[in-house]
């Protein structure tokens, strides 16, 4: 059910390579260098079944579907060089 006549939030939409739709869940930057990543859910279908599928993919190959301003709201992390992610300030 919908409050009011606002929709419910759902993360942005992103295209991936080879033009899959998914919605961006996460930013994360590696620390050990530099390289921006992004944690993307999107649902595949194969003979007639759904799959939810949560895949970490390079930032810089996907494409914005909704205007900029939505993206602000993704979190970001950092992936550090002991293993443990942190939230990014």
């Given at each position: 059910m919908v409050a009011g006549n606002q929709a419910p939030w759902a993360?942005?939409?992103?295209?991936?390579?080879?033009?899959?739709?998914g919605h961006l869940l996460a930013w994360e930057r590696h620390e050990r260098d530099g390289s921006w990543w992004a944690w993307v859910s999107w649902v595949q279908e194969s003979g007639g079944?759904?799959?939810?599928?949560?895949?970490?993919?390079?930032a810089g190959s996907?494409?914005?579907?909704e205007m900029a301003e939505?993206?602000?709201t993704v979190p970001r992390r950092v992936l550090g060089e002991d293993g443990q992610i942190r939230a990014l300030s």
């Open positions: 993360p942005p939409l992103v295209e991936m390579a080879g033009g899959l739709v079944r759904r799959n939810h599928k949560v895949v970490l993919v390079r996907l494409s914005p579907l939505v993206y602000k």
